[in-house]
């Protein structure tokens, strides 16, 4: 039978078996590698912009995955290498790694063994050969995925014996001091404690994860996923500016994070703070609440019944928080009107990727709704796929 469009498809193809790997290894380095580790990208159900208000989030860790295939070294060179990058290995010396020495691509792997370093790790010297498929920039964390996936397998070669939450902050550190991205714990944390058929509860202030029960496939469904092409990286003001605002919302309510705001309390907030602050303040409220909500209702009803939470937080970000894009607010709309059951823009906004959660029967009629749409909207071409919960980050031979 052939499958729903978009069901294999996306930017980067797929992703080569590990003897494919392990011969492109090979050929790059001139010897076998010791092992493959694997390490998914992720999604976030729902739960935007709470996680630096002390929040919650849900994301979950998806079928796309990057590799990378390892061989330690006699002497303290790292050198690493991708697929997407193929021209020549990018080389460093563990005894003298500083963030500042290193750039583009390779800060994330080498962000990964300078945090091991800093952690206080013994990292020997190590030929690395990355792969991927999972899209680049569309919000399903591309970073998160390269870091743990180095991380895993640093931490078995090296014999560091660091437990998952340890490995979520040393991925965590890379990114906020090499890579210089000022992220949460989020993605590391989907990336490495996601299992299959689970999405990943996660509360920000005590940085507790929880496993919640995410049977999409046992429910007849699949996330599908409406990369826009939007890109946001002109966003950057706009997540700043929504940030500045938490901040001031909390700070005039007396509060040292939003997470001290009860939605018993928006009532009064609304006499304290100025209009459109208090929309934004209502937002991360709000979405509070729909997360937590979101898990009750997953572990007592299913997937098939959080339709109206995913499709109440779309409109808290498009009209409270201000945060969408009118290419989002299409996909989210044409989704919902061919079948999807609910429907949100996922990630930072301004562009990006939208979740709907689709019967798999609808999945080519949204697929073909969607991208018939943009194209009488003169929008962008946009990418559509569809994922599942999946396995975190192991070791894969
Ligand atoms: P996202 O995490 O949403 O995909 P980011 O901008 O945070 O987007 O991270 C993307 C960057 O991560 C890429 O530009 C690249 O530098 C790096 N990256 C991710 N995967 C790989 C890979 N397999 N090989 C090389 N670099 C990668
Ligand atoms: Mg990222």
Redesign the pocket.
Known sequence: MRPPRGTTGGTTGEIPDGQALADRFRNAFGHAPEGIWSAP?RVNLIGEHTDYNDGFVLPFAIDRS?RVAVRRRQDRRVRVL????SSTPVSADTSGLRPDDVS??????LGVVWSMLQAGVDVPGMDML???N?????????????ECAAAVAVNELAGAALSSSELVLIGQRA?NDV?G?P?GIM?QSASLLGAAGSAVFLDCQSQHAELVPLDLAGTGLVAQIIDTKVSHSHATGGYADRRASCERGAAELGLSSLRGLPPSGLAQAEGVLDEETFRRVRHVVTENERVQRTCQVLATQGPSAIGELLDASHLSMRDDFEISCPELDLAVDVARNLGAIGARMT?GGFG?SAIALTPVDRVDAVHDAVVDAFGHASFEVPDLFTVQPAEGARRVS
Request: aromatic content about 12%; hydrophobic content about 35%.
């Open positions: 990208g990057t991708s697929t997407f990058d583009g691509w390779s800060a994330y792997p990355f792969d991927s999972v899209p680049v920039g569309a919000g399903l964390s591309s970073s998160a995925a390269i990114e890579v991205a992220t993605d990630g990006g």
